[in-house]
């Protein structure tokens, strides 16, 4: 199993779900509003001297799935993310050692 993690700007949001409605065999899919900066958002010093960052908006899409689902959903996702500017996101793809379903108690793949 694995987690796709994908950061993107929140007026994209409804085309990347829209597009990972159509994977077949998504079992589902998270979603978190965060805030965060990257190498083109970090900002100088002020008066004071401190560091000061400005943190923009963004989502965090989380995606537990089957390996063979992880290529068509992270080309979904930057597929539908992407608007040409910068600071589009990031994807990232980790490994999942194991899944418990809480109310069943189903493990791995079954769970997700």
Known sequence: MKE????????KLPEVTLALHHVEGLTGMSVVDA??????????HHETGEDAFDFVPCVRVEIVCADELVDPIVEAIQKNAHTGLKGDGKVYVCEVQDAIRIGTGERGEDAV
């Open 4 to 11: 796709v993690r994908a950061y993107i700007k929140p007026h």
């Open 35 to 44: 805030r965060g900066f990257g190498r083109e958002s970090r900002s100088g």
